[in-house]
């Protein structure tokens, strides 16, 4: 049953992300640390430092008038989980340096803290997405906002989105 709700929480949550974008526009989201699909090096987990990857951001549109980044884990236990959402970056952004935060607006993550909270799966091999956003807007939310509440701002606002994905497990 548990795994049921857990699919079922994934799908609605995939149908929401795809639902923002807007004519399918294509950013590039990349990390110097790590490639796409590959393992996330521990110095950016909770067995590390728990400092968050140097990004880099490519094609966002002329006409994006700000940012968002979102990482979660879609395979954590009670479904996705978020570890760091950032949003009103200017969209001039276009490199996020190791250990660091684009000026903007920082939510809650789902630790309950602000800010970047590396991946630190309970058990298992789990995928963590980086993923950008190009907005018609900045987004009217405070700082400390939740996912839930960031998803329903961003709705109809995407122009644009790209994706990075990397995998992390504990060594136990």
């Known amino acids: 049953m548990q795994k049921a709700i857990t699919a079922s929480a994934f799908a609605i949550a995939l149908a929401a992300v ?30 590390g430092a728990d400092t968050s990857p140097p990004l880099q951001i490519a094609d966002v549109p002329s006409g ?3 940012l968002a980044l979102i990482v979660d884990d879609p395979d954590a236990p009670s479904g996705l989980f978020t570890h760091w959402m950032v949003w009103n970056i200017s969209p001039q952004t276009n490199i996020i340096g190791e250990g660091s935060t684009p000026q903007g607006v920082q939510g809650t993550n789902d ?7 590396g991946p630190c799966p309970p058990s298992g091999m789990h995928r ?45």
Do not use: W
């Open 111 to 117: 630790f309950g803290k602000s800010g970047y909270g």
């Open 128 to 172: 963590y997405y980086f993923k950008i956003f190009a907005l018609d807007r900045e987004l009217d939310l405070p700082s400390g906002a939740k996912r839930g509440q960031l998803d329903a701002a961003m709705k109809g606002h995407v122009v644009a989105q790209g994706e990075l994905m990397g995998r992390y497990s504990r060594k136990k």
């Open 64 to 66: 994006a008038k700000s």
């Open 18 to 47: 795809a639902s923002f974008a807007a004519g399918g526009a294509k950013m590039k989201i990349t990390s110097s640390a790590f490639q796409e699909g590959a393992i996330i090096p521990s110095k950016f987990t909770c067995d």
